[in-house]
């Protein structure tokens, strides 16, 4: 391996590397992710929008564990036993970790499958969609764009009008009912 480093030239190397890194063509850069076209899209954050970077003993004290496994490593709760997948309350869904507004009831719809389900998040630059292949399947995952924290995942089989299935995590998440 020493010696193909060596032969390789110093920009083929940084090539290699910029391929390999965990950017995604799938991230919410605006010429890379379909608009969602709606009103909250360009309402005020609740919160500031700098980047929340914490050790993972900071995470771990100040998230439930349940919390803590799903969003700081990629965990799953179970399905029809979480929070809001029956939740038909009118509000706005936070993220649990840095309270970066994700998404609000009038896009939630009963997908059937025992998780809180969206056709849209409140902005596309509130996520990003990395690629999750683990478990043998491949999958878009969704993590807040603030905290990265797992959110849970994307699928192609929702309703109109974008036909997405945003099918998160109720242990990510924190419901505040509208006033």
């Known amino acids: 391996m020493k010696n193909l480093a060596k032969k390789l030239s110093l920009p ?25 076209d709606y009103s909250m899209q360009n309402a005020p954050s609740k919160t500031d929008t700098g980047k929340v970077v914490k050790t993972d003993a900071e995470w771990k004290k100040e ?24 939740n038909h309350e009118a509000g706005t869904y936070y993220c649990i970790c840095c309270h970066e507004k994700l998404f609000t009831s009038d896009k939630k719809f009963d997908s059937g499958t025992g998780w809180p389900s969206f056709w849209a998040p409140v902005s596309d630059k509130a996520i990003v969609v ?38 998160m995590n109720s242990a990510s998440m924190v419901f505040e009912k509208a006033k």
């Not at 940084?14 to 995604?24: G, H, K, P």
């Not at 478990?135 to 849970?152: P, Q």
């Open 12 to 36: 083929t190397i940084l090539f290699v590397a910029m391929a390999c890194s965990d950017a995604n063509p799938r991230d919410s850069s605006a010429e890379n992710v379909k608009s969602n």
């Open 63 to 86: 998230l439930s564990p349940e919390s803590y496994d799903v969003t700081r490593h990629q965990g799953t709760e179970p399905a029809y036993h979480n929070k809001y997948w029956d």
């Open 130 to 167: 990395h690629s999750d292949n683990s478990y043998g399947m491949s999958r878009d995952e969704v993590a807040c764009a603030r905290c990265n924290a797992h959110l849970g995942h994307v699928f192609d089989d929702g309703p109109a009008p974008t036909h997405l299935r945003y099918c």
